[in-house]
């Protein structure tokens, strides 16, 4: 094998590492640490959780050594590099067909179910816009290459259930890191068009829209036409609380 294989091959196997680990801790969270039988209090050492919880703990530590490598002997930048040809060798007739089924299935598949209404809708019409309006072969497959990473991000949340922990702690954890992706997003878009002034008026205007639509919207079908939203998460619940607060 090339050196270049083989370090594009060490990168992806660190993150096929990684990625495994933290689906066992997940799972393996989910086990009880301590419990009661027959009146006796198990401790957490005896627990059958904690074999597993070691074992991953060693395939991260494994996976992240090998992740250093990798970016250290240049595995990362050959992989990205070999993608990047592969991506922009396509036409913008291609990448936009696959640009409209990422926002929909995404939108209808993943948000809608799981994340707050308002905040599924806004991250949907800020990046469908985008990739229409600006008209821009460029930033449709950088706008798509970044929609794509982040809803990557939201599918291994939600698979490895990282979701459900955190939502111990706090029960909007997930509208928290939609709406870092929605400024992320508004933010690299900003960093892509600086010094367009017709790029950045076109911006503006989406992000108007973005907000605009869904601030008419869920008002009108939730308090109006009495219909419950499909996930009524963060923001919902504030307008809940102001809603109440008015009437």
Known sequence: MK??????ADFITSVLLLLFGIWIIAATLKMPMKDTFGGVQNVWYVSPALFPLIISIFILILGLILLIHSIQSGGAKYFIDSFSLKYNGLSSNYIRFISILLALFSFVYLNIPR???????????TYFISIFY?????????????????????????????????????IYSADILAILLYSAYLFYSWLNIRGNSIFQRKLFVSFIVSLAVPMILCPTFRYFLLVPLPKEGLLIQLMHNIYYILK
């Open 134 to 170: 600006f008209d821009d072969e460029k930033l449709l497959k950088k706008f798509t290459a970044f929609y794509f990473i982040g809803s990557m991000i939201f599918v291994l949340f939600f698979a490895f259930g990282i979701f459900e922990i955190l939502n111990v702690y706090y």
């Open 3 to 8: 050196e270049k294989e083989l370090r594009r």
């Open 115 to 125: 994340i707050d209404f308002f905040v599924s809708v806004t991250l949907f019409l």
